[in-house]
């Protein structure tokens, strides 16, 4: 991973700072997200001195913030990225009669729009080099469904049709697109679950337990290493035995 230029969306909080630090300890050259200046200097805050890491704000779900963000990557370290995690997400959990059409929108333009703006904006630079990698953070619910998560749901779904799509589209320039597709993580996401409703959670895991961010960190590490050159146009659970044989 030593040099390789790799954008990190959603990196201040949760699994993307997690995938951030696993990539900045493998010598990676970093170019991580967050919504705001809070999130910039939480990132900041984050970053040890010895790691390479650029923190930009980036609002997902527009053709132009994509643009803008694959233009201002490929410029900070003089180079255009070699790998692309589409991690950023959010949810607005409500049942279909209460799910209003901004609720369902916004959900499906952060989540799946702008994973597709910035693949498409990314891919330019990897054909003309032959090479690239590009991971999608889905979720386990695009398997499964889950009440009160239409628009999360049907997002992740997309985005693991998209994966499989684009990694036929770019296969033959040695570019792979994958999706992991984690179960229940301890991050901000689910902390809004109180202790009771994430011991429920947990007792319905086979493993027993939620995830820890590191756990979806470590298999996108393996995703963008040599290692995996040969797995393209794959959804992989990583979920402590929740949904068993997809
Ligand atoms: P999180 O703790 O809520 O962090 C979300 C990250 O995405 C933050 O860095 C946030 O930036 C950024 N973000 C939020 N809205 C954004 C927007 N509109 N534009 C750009 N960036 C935005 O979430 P997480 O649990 O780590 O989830 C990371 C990914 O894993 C998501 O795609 C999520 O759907 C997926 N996932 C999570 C779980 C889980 O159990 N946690 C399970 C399955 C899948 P700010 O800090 O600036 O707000």
Same mark, same amino acid.
């Given at each position: 991973m030593k040099n390789k230029i790799v954008l990190?969306?959603?990196?201040?909080?949760?699994?993307?700072?997690?995938?951030?630090?696993?990539?900045?300890?493998?010598?990676?050259?970093?170019?991580?997200?967050?919504?705001?200046?809070?999130?910039?200097e939480t990132i900041q805050q984050k970053t040890q001195k010895e790691w390479a890491v650029h923190p930009v704000i980036y609002q997902s779900g527009t053709a132009q913030n994509a643009k803008d963000l694959i233009a201002a990557a490929n410029a900070v370290y003089d180079d255009s990225i070699d790998i692309?995690?589409?991690?950023?997400?959010? =949810?607005?959990?409500?049942?279909?009669?209460?799910?209003?059409?901004?609720?369902?929108?916004?959900?499906?333009?952060?989540?799946?729009d702008g994973a597709?703006?910035?693949?498409?904006a990314a891919l330019r630079k990897m054909i003309r080099k032959s090479a690239g990698r590009i991971i999608n953070i889905s979720s386990v619910v695009a398997s499964t469904g889950n009440p009160?998560?239409?628009? #999360?749901?049907?997002?992740?779904?997309?985005?693991?049709?998209? =994966?499989?799509?684009?990694a036929r589209e770019v296969a033959a320039r040695h570019? =792979?697109?994958?999706?992991?597709?984690p179960g229940f993580i301890h991050t901000d996401m689910t902390g809004q679950l109180s202790a009771e409703q994430q011991h429920t959670l947990a007792q319905q895991i086979?493993?027993?337990?939620?995830?820890?961010?590191?756990?979806?960190?470590a298999v996108t590490l393996f995703l963008?290493?040599?290692?995996?050159? #040969?797995? =393209?146009?794959?959804?992989?659970?990583?979920?402590?035995?929740l949904l068993m044989g997809l």
């Open positions: 990190i969306t959603g990196a201040s909080r949760g699994i993307g700072s997690a995938i951030m630090r696993h990539f900045a300890e493998a010598q990676a050259k970093i170019i991580a997200t967050a919504t705001s200046e809070k999130g910039i692309l995690i589409n991690n950023a997400g959010m =949810t607005r959990d409500k049942l279909a009669v209460r799910l209003s059409e901004e609720d369902w929108r916004e959900v499906l333009a952060v989540n799946l597709f703006y910035l693949s498409s009160g998560q239409l628009n #999360y749901c049907a997002s992740k779904a997309g985005l693991e049709g998209l =994966t499989r799509a684009l570019i =792979t697109v994958n999706s992991i597709a086979p493993m027993g337990r939620i995830g820890h961010p590191d756990e979806i960190a963008a290493s040599d290692a995996a050159a #040969y797995i =393209t146009g794959q959804t992989i659970h990583v979920n402590g035995g």
